[in-house]
């Protein structure tokens, strides 16, 4: 099982939290001692974690960055989710969110997805295997541990899978900025998976041709389009909303 690099104060929290077994080192500041620092030592030493004390400096060197917070681990490698699990995963969850990413390239919004899906109880992700940013540690850190906890599909052919989720009762909501119902005026309380486009780019042709719906958030101002981890926030609220208003 592979290692990548883990840091950020949220993040080493959550992966000792949720999944100690995972964390083969600690590495913290030697000049912090506040209580965060505290915790983690403390999470880490009940789960016999090694932890190391060294300087900013040579913290910055290992995370290749300087906005690790004073803490860096390397964590093992959980394997995606195969796509037979990822079927059953739904299966067993009638009312199933699926958040699926065509394409985001920038590390940052990918993890603010990862977030933003975890905080508003997506069931799972789906990320393209090709052409898009990979799982890493900018993404770890920026999605304060998200990726520990939320289930991720990468898939090779996700008009394949597109169409298969259709097969297993899912509507499939695609997001753009133009030809496109209003997103408060869509019924989101079935099992729904909703399709986020790329940076710039949108929806590849496909993927959107293999939509049941478009959708669009409404703006009311100058800006004419949103960040696309901040639009995949609001659209996750709109679900959460439908299903839970009285």
């Not at 932890?51 to 910055?60: A, D, E, P, S, W």
């Not at 090709?130 to 900018?138: G, L």
Request: glycine letters at 6%; a positive charge.
């Amino acid at each position: 099982m592979s290692q990548q690099l883990i840091y950020g104060q949220h993040a080493l929290q959550i992966a000792l939290e949720q999944q100690p077994q995972l964390l083969c080192e600690l590495y913290l500041d030697q000049q912090r001692n506040d209580a965060r620092c505290q915790t983690l030592l403390n999470l880490a030493k009940a789960h016999q974690i090694p932890c190391h004390r060294r300087t900013r400096q040579q913290l910055t060197a290992l995370a290749k960055t300087d906005t690790h917070q004073g803490v860096v681990g390397f964590i093992k490698l959980l394997p995606p989710l195969q796509e037979s699990e990822f079927f059953h995963l739904l299966a067993q969850t009638p009312q199933a969110v699926v958040v699926m990413l065509d394409g985001i390239q920038d590390p940052h919004n990918l993890g603010a997805c990862l977030r933003s899906a975890a905080a508003l109880g997506a069931t799972a992700m789906v990320i393209p295997r090709h052409n898009a940013a990979p799982i890493n540690a900018t993404v770890r850190k920026v999605a304060s541990g998200a990726d520990q906890v939320l289930p991720l599909l990468v898939t090779s052919n996700m008009v394949n899978l597109i169409k298969k989720m259709k097969t297993q009762g899912h509507w499939i909501v695609g997001t753009t900025l133009e030809q496109a119902s209003p997103l408060p005026q869509l019924g989101l309380t079935g099992a729904i998976t909703l399709v986020m486009g790329a940076e710039q780019k949108g929806l590849r042709p496909l993927v959107r041709q293999n939509c049941d719906f478009l959708a669009k958030i409404p703006l009311n101002g100058p800006i004419t389009s949103l960040n696309v981890s901040v639009a995949t926030g609001i659209c996750l609220y709109e679900i959460w909303r439908q299903r839970n208003s009285s």
